[in-house]
């Protein structure tokens, strides 16, 4: 039947809102995400204050709002026009300075060598062009500038865990039907490799992995499935941190080639 992006309008209006599946992703990832992004800014030398970062598929701006609060000069820019306007929306109410327009990103409507950092989260696996949104990310990162990424490994592990136990399995799973489709999940080689084809040094990559034990992870899927508890706190039972495996879900960072401008 295949993938069901349609689904980020449909429930374009839960973003924010713990009891939407969507906001999962707050909870349970945007934690380990901001962390890992500190921790490689810091280790090059980079202040973020005043950088201009893009944000390709940045849904209701979960993840964009927390990366304008490092100091960056937020744009974030997503297929879903109803899913832009809730991040507006937000935005506004937060005082945040976040500009928003509805693109996609194998096609992006700034000018080359733009955005000091771009960042692509829980994204990558759902686009239909893989390539041309690599190739869109290093024609507007700047030379010197810094790319991060996570998605989901396409393996066994990622097959029973992603598609089956969390998506298909009525007893528990807590994603929607079609949120994810494994042939295109992206094994982590395959993706250093694109990066380079387009002038995108990989700096590597690392796995996610839930820090809770299989116990407490099984117990937290069964307590939402009955509604005992909401997505929002799912997503902090899991607990979301690095991990040297990756069979599920990992992130990285690459460097695009050329001096610094």
Not at 5 to 32: C, F, K, Q, S
Not at 38 to 59: S, V
Not at 190 to 197: C, K, S
């Amino acid at each position: 039947m295949g993938i069901d992006n349609e689904l980020y309008t449909r429930l374009a209006a839960t973003w924010w809102h713990e009891d939407g599946v969507l906001h999962l992703l707050h909870t349970a990832l945007n934690p380990v995400r901001l962390a890992y992004f500190r921790q490689i800014l810091t280790q090059r030398g980079i202040d973020p204050g005043g950088k201009r970062a893009l944000d390709i598929g940045c849904g209701g701006g979960l993840l964009a709002e927390e990366v304008a609060r490092l100091g960056c000069r937020v744009t974030g820019i997503d297929p879903s026009a109803a899913s832009i306007l809730v991040a507006q929306i937000h935005a506004a109410e937060m005082r945040l300075g976040i500009t928003y327009r509805v693109a996609h990103g194998e096609s992006i409507p700034y000018p080359a060598a733009t955005f000091d950092l771009v960042y692509c989260c829980d994204v990558l696996e759902h686009v239909d062009d893989l390539d041309a949104v690599i190739a869109e990310t290093a024609r507007v990162l700047k030379p010197g500038g810094i790319y991060f990424y996570d998605t989901i490994n396409r393996n066994f592990a990622s097959k029973i865990i992603a598609i089956n136990v969390l998506q298909n399995w009525s007893w528990l799973s807590c994603l929607p039907p079609r949120l994810h489709e494994w042939r295109r999940f992206i094994k982590p080689g395959e993706l250093h490799t694109l990066l380079g084809r387009h002038g995108i040094t990989s700096g590597g990559s690392t796995g996610l992995v839930p820090g809770a034990n299989v116990i407490t992870l099984v117990q937290a899927l069964r307590r939402r499935k009955r509604g005992a508890i909401n997505y929002g706190e799912l997503g902090r039972r899991l607990h979301m941190r690095p991990s040297r495996w990756s069979l599920g879900a990992y992130m990285g960072f690459g460097v695009k080639r050329g001096e610094a401008g």
